[in-house]
């Protein structure tokens, strides 16, 4: 069976053609009830993702690098609640792979349970891994229903799920396919025990995450049965085509109103993993025309043996990061709003490579084709006059995070990423206003900002977390976070710089005895455009 093209990908990637029953069931939906249902699948995905972030045991769970979605029958994204915006426009992909090659064998049915997490068809990297659940009423498929999560254990060479060294994927661990984990709404124990006895370091904290995003998915589900039951299989099914339809037709005339041209940002790696290395990690030139965009990565730099490659799907999702915090921060998280968009990756670069290359560090290259987005819409900003006083600079790639390993206070296995500070940074100056002082997710929605005290802060002596509850003499163990804080004015020279510098204390217990280390990291990051 064909592992998906990346023609098929980009393809997946846009909304299908609108069957003559959705038409049908979307001309009859009247405006109040229209804006009703949004607001309830807005309540759905709220309520799931609460219940997500409770049963997930990894930090990613905790922190929120997560999605609850709901897609068409077809398997277009409709709206989802989002801890990060990665997961959100490429996700169709993994849907539309399983409508394609899985109808007949091993079949759709009521109460499947779905299950992934290999990049090769439609992930960001194998750490990322999601449960997809098709939603049946009276034994017809109207919708389907997801929760992705980045758990930090994959089996790899190295513990954290992201290995530096590996130099192909024969060396990251579980990657796996799309394949059917459960059925009658029953996790499959055959799958389960493949799970415990596959190489994982933690297998309990990797299956209890698995159980949250199963639970997380299942309740997207059952209300969205409940909404069936309360207004008709007619409303949902014009729902979702509505949203699709509307999302799509707002991004138009987003895309519309903007500056036409081409804008071109260059964005350098010098290193690739612990190997000193010159890298043009993206070469982007947008081009925007009427009410279209084309992104061409033509000029990035070959694919390189390392686990920083990125495949092109994932390249989407961090370009979404940027867009749906920016130029789309109006318009619902729906497939539809990238109709307009189009994408060209020459072969066997960084963004596109080959399908045996390694993966697992993608983020790192993603990231800076994130800032390559950010720094291309800037220029294009600069060129208009109702526009230019709202650029900021890029956030920049500098995020980076703390792996720990080894048994736990209640001696069980963990093997995890100290998540919160990878996920959070400060962000560049902006062109005529005062920065932004801010711990902003780079891959998130903006609305998860927060305050964050300044070195000079006295805050930022009181301001800290345990990533692990107390011991029980009182001591946080193995490791926790004494401070975080930001380095003011480190995004760039300007007299409005921004925070993108970052300052961390942490402990890490050697043991569980009374010896103990504790280790500082200074990380800072300039741009200038």
């Known amino acids: 069976m064909p592992i998906p093209t990346l023609t098929e990908k980009l393809e997946w990637l846009k909304p299908a053609k609108a069957s003559s029953y959705e038409e049908e069931c979307a001309k009859t939906l009247r405006q109040g009830d ?3 249902g949004v607001q309830v699948t807005n309540d759905i995905l709220d309520e799931a993702m609460e219940i997500f972030i409770r049963s997930s045991r990894s930090y990613f769970g905790v922190s929120g690098d997560s999605m609850v979605a709901i897609f068409t029958a077809g398997g277009d994204l409709i709206n989802a609640a989002c801890g990060t915006y990665l997961h959100a426009i490429i996700q169709p992909i993994v849907i539309k792979f399983i409508l394609k090659y899985y109808s007949q064998n091993p079949g759709i049915h009521e109460g499947d ?4 997490n290999d990049a090769l068809y439609g992930g960001i990297h194998n750490p990322d891994q999601v449960a997809l659940m098709p939603v049946f009423h009276k034994g017809k498929l109207l919708a389907w229903t997801t929760a992705a999560l980045h758990t930090t ?15 192909s994927r024969f060396e990251e661990g579980l990657n796996m396919p799309p394949m059917k984990i459960g059925e009658s709404y029953q996790l499959r124990n055959d799958f389960l025990e493949f799970y415990s006895v596959y190489g994982l370091r933690a297998p309990a904290m990797f299956i209890s995450d698995l159980r949250a995003r199963c639970t997380t998915a299942d309740r997207v589900r059952v209300r969205l049965l409940e909404l069936v039951e309360k207004r008709g299989e007619e409303y949902l099914v014009g729902l979702l085509r509505k949203m699709l339809v509307t999302a799509e037709s707002g991004a138009r005339q987003k ?13 350098f790696n010098d290193a690739i993993g612990w190997t000193p290395a010159l890298v043009r990690a993206c070469y982007l030139t947008l081009t925007k025309k009427d009410d279209k965009l084309i992104f061409d990565f033509e000029g990035t730099s070959p694919e390189n043996p390392s686990s920083y490659n990125v495949h092109s799907q994932a390249v989407v999702g961090h370009i979404a990061n940027f867009m749906y915090e920016y130029v789309f921060h109006d318009l619902p998280i729906c497939s539809s709003t990238f109709a307009p968009i189009d994408f060209i990756f020459p072969p066997n670069i960084i963004l596109n490579p080959d399908k045996a290359a390694a993966t697992s560090c993608c983020v790192y290259i993603g990231m800076q084709c994130r800032n390559a987005t950010h720094n291309s819409f800037a220029k ?8 230019w006083q709202q650029v900021t600079a890029a956030p920049g790639s500098q995020h980076t995070a703390q792996i720990c390993a080894g048994l736990s206070q209640w001696k069980l296995a963990v093997s995890d990423v100290l998540s919160f500070s990878l996920n959070t940074q400060g962000q560049g100056g902006r062109n005529a206003l005062p920065a932004l002082e801010r711990l902003l997710r780079p891959r998130a929605p903006s609305r998860r900002i927060w305050r964050c005290p300044t070195m000079d802060d006295p805050q930022s002596q009181r301001h800290g977390f345990h990533v692990h509850g107390k011991r029980k003499q009182g001591a946080a163990g193995p490791a926790s976070v004494r401070r975080i804080c930001l380095f003011a004015d480190s995004g760039n020279q300007c007299a409005q710089a921004g925070t993108a510098g970052r300052h961390e204390k942490g402990e890490f217990a050697a043991d569980y005895g009374s010896s103990r280390h504790t280790a500082e990291k200074h990380n800072s990051w300039r741009l200038e455009i």
Do not use: D, N
């Open 153 to 167: 254990e994959t089996g790899a060479i190295e513990p954290g799920g992201m290995p530096v060294s590996a130099k």
């Open 34 to 36: 229209y804006e009703i």
């Open 380 to 387: 294009m900003a600069f060129s208009c006059a109702g526009l």
């Open 113 to 116: 349970i779905w299950y992934t």
């Open 255 to 267: 895309i519309k109103s903007l500056p036409e041209g081409k804008f071109r940002a260059v964005v």
